[in-house]
Nanobody, 120 residues
Framework: QVQLVESGGGLVQAGGSLRLSCAAS????????MGWYRKAPGKQRELVAT???????NYVYSVKGRFTISRDNAKNTVYLQMNSLKPEDTAVYYCNAEWGREGAYETDYWGQGTQVTVSS
């Protein structure tokens, strides 16, 4: 089992910044890729960014150049630095961890979500 605890959400004006954190605990040695997803009201959940154990990253086009995902394996924590926030970034942000032995995928773990609200 893996537990993911997010923090750092809140209310910010357009153009502002927020930094989300996600701390993992439990059976962390078999966590492979980690990422952030978001779900806005009336929309489907979408991938925001992912990062591998070695640090390779991937972003949805709408956040490229504004968001940065990073990972501290020693602290078992993944971060999402969000700059130049826009009202359309408003959503509940969820941390995700892909878990599997010897690098294979077996299951996903999710955090409880943290609300990000960007006012215009």
């Amino acid at each position: 089992q893996v537990q993911l605890v997010e923090s750092g959400g809140g209310l910010v004006q357009a153009g502002g910044s927020l930094r989300l954190s996600c701390a993992a605990s439990g059976s962390i040695s078999n966590i492979n890729d980690m990422g952030w997803y978001r779900k806005a009201p009336g929309k489907q959940r979408e991938l925001v960014a992912t990062i591998t154990r070695s640090g390779s990253t991937n972003y949805v086009y709408s956040v490229k150049g504004r968001f940065t995902i990073s990972r501290d394996n020693a602290k078992n924590t993944v971060y999402l630095q969000m700059n130049s926030l826009k009202p359309e970034d408003t959503a509940v942000y969820y941390c995700n961890a892909e878990w599997g032995r010897e690098g294979a995928y077996e299951t996903d773990y999710w955090g409880q979500g943290t609300q990000v609200t960007v006012s215009s």
